[in-house]
């Protein structure tokens, strides 16, 4: 079956702008997770939906940054008033959850965000 | 809070070398424990996992053991092919169900 797909695969913008990034998770997931990857860092957790909710919004670095999944499928990541430091890859994956226990992640191709 | 340490790269090895990228974590009780590798070009994917200690993931040629004892997940394989170079990424899933990475590790394998 489908992945999880992301869009835009890549996003240029400017400083002070905004800037919205879609993902699209496994059919049937009901967690969904959003990840920053700096160039060559590991992930960094940013929120975690499980269904319509925030279960766990910790990693999210200030109130600049904001998430939503209205229906418990697609998710958007939106950043106000970028900053050049946001430039990163920006991470989507969705799991199972079963049994109380979170199945494996699986990754989205990333959307690679560059703020000039 | 949770902490991942991964063995720093870059490595290279030769076609056939055996291959051991050191993990070690920190976590509050019993995390899940997983490798990922990202490809030139690709995205994150999981290459194998173990979920209790003593447990070993294997995929793919490689092999790594929850070892609660020493709180370590290292990765190995045998005999590493030119296919094998990528990043890889040592991760936990403890009490937070989100992932706690590793700094990556890159491979790469000359023939």
């Known amino acids: 079956g489908a992945g999880v797909s992301q869009t835009p695969s890549n996003k240029v913008t400017e400083k002070g702008k905004y800037v919205e990034l879609r993902c699209d998770p496994i059919?049937?997931?009901?967690?969904l997770y959003w990840y920053r990857q700096s160039l060559g860092q590991g992930p960094e957790f940013l929120i975690y939906?499980?269904?319509?909710?925030?279960?766990?919004d910790s990693g999210l670095p200030n109130d600049r940054f904001f998430a939503v999944r209205p229906e418990g499928s697609v998710s958007t990541l939106k950043i106000q008033r970028t900053e050049r430091g946001d430039s990163a890859v920006y991470l989507c994956?969705?799991?199972?959850?079963?049994?109380?226990?979170?199945?494996?992640?699986?990754f989205g191709p990333g959307t690679r965000l560059t703020v000039l | 809070g949770d902490s991942v340490t991964q063995m720093e790269g870059p490595v290279t090895l030769s076609e056939e070398a055996f291959l051991t990228i050191n993990c070690t974590y920190t976590?509050?009780?019993?995390?899940?424990l997983f490798w990922y590798v990202q490809y030139p070009g690709e995205g994150l994917q999981l290459l194998l996992k173990?979920?209790?200690?003593?447990d070993k993931g294997s995929n793919k040629g490689f092999e790594a053991t929850y070892r609660k004892e020493t709180t370590s997940f290292h990765l190995e394989k045998g005999s590493v092919q030119v296919s094998d170079s990528a990043v890889y990424f040592c991760?936990?899933?403890?009490?937070?169900?989100?992932?706690?990475f590793g700094s990556g590790t890159q491979l790469t394998v000359l023939p």
């Open positions: 173990a979920t209790k200690a003593d």
């Open positions: 976590a509050t009780g019993y995390p899940s």
């Open positions: 059919s049937g997931h009901t967690a």
């Open positions: 994956a969705s799991s199972l959850v079963q049994g109380g226990r979170t199945d494996t992640q699986y």
């Open positions: 939906f499980q269904g319509t909710g925030a279960a766990d």
């Open positions: 991760a936990l899933a403890g009490s937070a169900r989100q992932l706690t």
